[in-house]
T-cell receptor, first 114, second 114 residues
Framework: EAGVTQSPTHLIKTRGQQVTLRCSPI?????VYWYQQALGLGLQFLLW???????NRGNFPPRFSGRQFPNYSSELNVNALELEDSALYLC?????????????FGPGTRLTVL | AQSVTQLGSHVSVSEGALVLLRCNYS??????LFWYVQYPNQGLQLLLK??????LVKGINGFEAEFKKSETSFHLTKPSAHMSDAAEYFC????????????FGAGTRLAVHP
């Protein structure tokens, strides 16, 4: 069974540009989560989507947004990139919506903002 | 608000020695706790989780953790370290109440030397 997949693997952008990151959950999983892992800031929750709806949002500015498609894949969009957006962006999926449900993580997309 | 503290950002052990990685949590409600491992340039892999069943939880790769409510701790142990255990380990608490986000500790980097 395929795990969570993310694309692209690496991305280099300049300040002010916009970027879209993509995530495909494990087959059968309806919930998708996004986390940011930045140097010095650790792992921080960004967004949670389930059944196409945004269910929870972390403490990030509105230029971070996303959506979930009918096939449960998801996109994370970041507008007006800033240097501090450089990070590993991790996507995870879970089978259910309980807090005890395991979140399975993808390999991440490394974003570098110059 | 829930939080997680991991004591020791770096731990070094000899191959064959006991591994002990410390995690303390703060939560006003019964917590759901997780340990994840991250190998270089990879995503997170679940080692084990506590969901209010047995207080001693066994995970993959010989790891286990014990939930101690009186000490608000969920330390991770392995009786005998292997070179392949070298990685970064994250303790996390799941925020319930329908929010489902994982709140991570800062991580502990484990080094295993011959």
């Amino acid at each position: 069974e395929a795990g969570v997949t993310q694309s692209p693997t690496h991305l280099i952008k300049t300040r002010g540009q916009q970027v879209t990151l993509r995530c495909s959950p494990i087959s059968g999983h309806t919930s998708v989560y996004w986390y940011q892992q930045a140097l010095g800031l650790g792992l921080q929750f960004l967004l949670w989507y389930d059944e196409g709806e945004e269910r929870n949002r972390g403490n990030f500015p509105p230029r971070f947004s996303g959506r979930q498609f009918p096939n449960y894949s998801s996109e994370l969009n970041v507008n007006a990139l800033e240097l501090e957006d450089s990070a590993l962006y991790l996507c995870a999926s879970s089978l259910g919506t309980e807090p005890t449900d395991t979140q399975y993580f993808g390999p991440g997309t490394r974003l570098t903002v110059l | 608000a829930q939080s997680v503290t991991q004591l020791g950002s770096h731990v070094s052990v000899s191959e064959g020695a006991l591994v002990l990685l410390r995690c303390n949590y703060s939560s006003s409600v019964p917590p759901y706790l997780f340990w994840y491992v991250q190998y270089p340039n990879q995503g997170l892999q679940l080692l084990l989780k506590y969901t209010s069943a047995a207080t001693l939880v066994k995970g993959i790769n010989g790891f286990e953790a014990e939930f101690k409510k009186s000490e608000t701790s969920f330390h991770l142990t392995k009786p005998s370290a292997h070179m392949s255990d070298a990685a970064e380990y994250f303790c996390a608490v799941s925020e319930g109440g329908g929010y489902n986000k994982l709140i991570f500790g800062a991580g502990t980097r484990l080094a295993v030397h011959p």
